[in-house]
């Protein structure tokens, strides 16, 4: 089978038939490198909803406040819910064995002035633990600290864009930023991976927030990370217990769904996650779809391309070749192209998506990509089904007699 007279005889054969070999090859190449862009795109799909939630810690609850919708111990349906600061400490005193941390957020959006220039900005007043929320990245000075809320500091800490839009070329560290129309030293720049939006935004005190409204101690929402231990199912039995004890504390009907709301980012997460697997196995079904279409192309191919050598098997035949030798030959040159044409555009396929990057994040496919085990597995998989479509049709022109292979049309 490995011997220089057929390789031979398989070269002088494909540079007989070019448009034939070119077709057998074309077909298997395009089958593979449609699979391994497909499968690619759907690695990028997943990439891009696990990226939507690297940014942020995911053992985290955001509570909002509401409106209820129904009556409840006397208070009428349509009233708004409002966070305190005493919800904080009850929270903490209430949940300490999945509480990691808890703070509180209060945004604002207003003018922020330094010198000559100027421009609005979100300012949050948080507390120090809003940095593990966020997973703030400190580029210089430091975040805000426990000591900055007891005091009520009037510290800021500014994101990268604003000190880039603010002080040009300027060291912000030390200065001095008019908030609207409160004074404010910034101590802290930061920068954060989810982007120009959040790098524009200013953390202050949530003190400090309060004390220049009039001292209030009214909170927009709450931010609560849980222990990462206890688990998704611990982090779910967490969200309920939450919510039943801010429904007790705040006097909401158990199945007002509007009183308050609470997003589980892990919960989400899962979810999210959930629905990318169902979306990889739709697209790899998708893929391998056209592994079998390859496959059915190179069979057809193959019955037409041993039709069409029937004369000349009747002719080997005739002059002494065994019918295994006939079936070798065929063989080889099948598995021959199918392996060559399927190396190229396997090859083709992993480069395509090397090359597209972050080019796709619009359509929501970020960095596709594919394992070359899987890549390999899909190429040896087209080669072995190619060379069984050239071995059935050849092990039936094989055992034709001479005589009637010679009267073939």
């Known amino acids: 089978m490995f011997s220089r007279d057929s390789w031979k005889e398989i070269f002088e054969t494909i540079q007989k038939n070019k448009l034939r070999t070119f077709l057998s090859g074309f077909t298997v190449a395009l089958g593979i490198l449609i699979f391994v862009v497909l499968y690619g795109f759907g690695n990028g799909l997943i990439n891009t909803f696990s990226e939507f939630f690297e940014d942020d810690a995911t053992n985290t609850f955001f509570v909002f406040p509401g409106r209820t919708s129904k009556p409840f111990k006397g208070y009428k349906s349509n009233r708004q819910i409002e966070f305190d600061n005493s919800d904080l400490a009850d929270i903490e005193e209430s949940f300490p064995l999945f509480l990691e941390y808890i703070s509180p957020r209060v945004d604002r959006s207003g003018l922020v002035k330094y010198k000559n220039e100027s421009n609005n900005y979100t300012t949050r007043g948080v507390s120090e633990a809003y940095q593990f929320a966020e997973k703030t990245i400190i580029m210089k000075g430091r975040y805000l600290n426990k000591q900055d809320i007891k005091d009520k500091t009037k510290y800021a800490v500014i994101g990268r864009l604003v000190e880039k839009d603010l002080f040009k070329n300027e060291d912000a560290l030390g200065k001095y930023i008019d908030i609207t129309g409160s004074v404010f030293k910034v101590i802290g720049v930061f920068q954060d991976e989810a982007g120009d939006d959040e790098e524009r935004r200013i953390y202050i005190p949530y003190t400090t927030r309060q004390l220049i409204e009039k001292n209030t101690d009214k909170i927009n929402q709450i931010v609560i990370g849980f222990k990462p231990e206890i688990g998704y199912a611990g982090a779910m039995a967490f969200e309920r217990k939450l919510g039943d004890f801010i429904r007790e504390k705040k006097y909401i009907d158990p199945n007002d769904q509007r009183g308050f709301f609470i997003r589980n980012v ?144």
């Open 266 to 409: 892990a919960d989400q997460l899962k979810q999210n996650q959930q629905f990318a697997g169902v979306l990889q196995i739709i697209v790899g079904f998708v893929a391998f779809g056209t592994i079998i279409a390859g496959i059915i192309g190179i069979s057809n191919i193959m019955v037409f391309v041993v039709k069409e050598r029937t004369k000349e098997i009747g002719i080997r035949k005739a002059l002494g070749a065994t019918p295994k030798s006939v079936i070798s030959t065929i063989l080889l040159e099948s598995v021959f192209i199918t392996t060559v044409s399927g190396i190229v555009g396997m090859v083709l396929g992993v480069a395509m998506l090397s090359s597209l990057g972050d080019s796709l994040k619009d359509y929501f496919i970020t960095n596709p990509f594919i394992n070359m085990g899987t890549a390999i597995f899909a190429t040896v998989v087209l080669i072995f089904f190619g060379g069984l479509a050239g071995y059935i049709p050849a092990r039936r022109a094989a055992r034709i007699k001479p005589i009637v292979a010679l009267r073939d049309e």
